[in-house]
């Protein structure tokens, strides 16, 4: 019987560890030049009914902010419409370096904008929904 029960209570705590799901999208600025280093760094991370914006401002812990999973789907949608050609588009003497990656599980795709992106490029679209999502703006960056 000791065995039964031994093996019961195995098969509840192999059934309560589920693998956790790593999912993200983490959006990074830096100019190593003019700001020293200084990074903005927002990492949207998916909890159960809501999404977790962390926010990091000059390499510091700034805040946490939460977002509806709709709004993050939103911006999923628009960061999946983004492509290589897309990226890295810059003239400037020292223009900003941009990174969002993004991550599910053993999936991942990042793309890099240095320089700031035009109006009408889905880049700055999906720059405004991260920046919205973590109550900044450009300028805070």
């Known amino acids: 019987m000791s ?6 209570v195995f098969i509840c705590i192999l059934s309560s560890c589920k693998t956790h ?9 830096s100019n190593a030049v003019i700001i ?9 991370v998916p ?15 700034f805040d946490n902010k ?11 949608s628009i960061y999946n419409q983004i492509f ?3 990226s890295s588009k810059s003239l400037w003497l020292d223009p900003p370096i941009l990174k969002i990656k993004y991550q599910k599980d053993n999936f991942k ?12 490029e889905k880049f700055h679209e999906l720059l405004n929904m ?5 109550k900044l703006e450009i300028r805070d960056i």
């Open 109 to 120: 795709k990042d793309f890099y904008y240095i320089g700031v992106p035009k109006k009408d």
């Open 84 to 86: 290589e050609k897309d």
């Open 130 to 134: 991260i920046l919205k999502s973590a």
């Open 47 to 61: 909890r159960n009914k809501k999404v977790i914006v962390k926010i990091f401002r000059k390499n510091e812990y």
């Open 3 to 8: 065995k039964l029960v031994t093996f019961l």
């Open 66 to 76: 939460k977002i509806s999973k709709e709004k993050y789907q939103q911006i999923l």
């Open 21 to 29: 799901q790593t999912e993200f999208l983490e959006f990074e600025s």
């Open 36 to 44: 020293g280093e200084n990074k903005t760094n927002i990492t949207l």
